[in-house]
């Protein structure tokens, strides 16, 4: 199975920092597009931050600044660095990748979601 599992999410006071990770994994022919996504309380899911196979990176005007996507390909992992963290930053993150399955199908895969917290 194609598989994606976050971690590093948890309580952060505001001002602080977090790293999140997204490890994928099954047998496929590669991983394209990867992105992180949010849902906070009584909110819609939205895109945070996204970043193609080439590194391209695309941000949410809301954490342009403070966030940071980056990839290791070699690992089939996505990060997502998260400083200055808000109150309004508080939401199950999700990671997201477009992949390529070994039969050439255009597919998505979702995370579990991870939990972060910024709380005083």
């Known amino acids: 199975q194609v598989q994606l599992v976050e971690s590093g999410g948890g309580l952060v006071q505001p001002g602080g920092s977090l790293r999140l990770s997204c490890v994928g994994s099954?047998?496929?022919?590669?991983?394209?597009?990867m992105g992180w996504y949010r849902q906070a309380p009584d909110k819609q899911r939205e895109l945070v931050a996204s970043i193609t196979s080439g590194g391209i990176t695309n941000y949410a005007d809301s954490v342009k600044g403070r966030f940071t996507i980056s990839r290791d390909n070699a690992k089939n992992t996505v990060y997502l660095q998260m400083n200055s963290l808000k109150p309004e930053d508080t939401a199950v993150y999700y990671c997201n990748a477009g992949f390529t399955s070994m039969s050439f199908r255009n597919l998505e895969v979702w995370g579990q979601g991870t939990l972060v917290t910024v709380s005083s």
């Open positions: 099954g047998s496929i022919f590669s991983f394209r597009a």
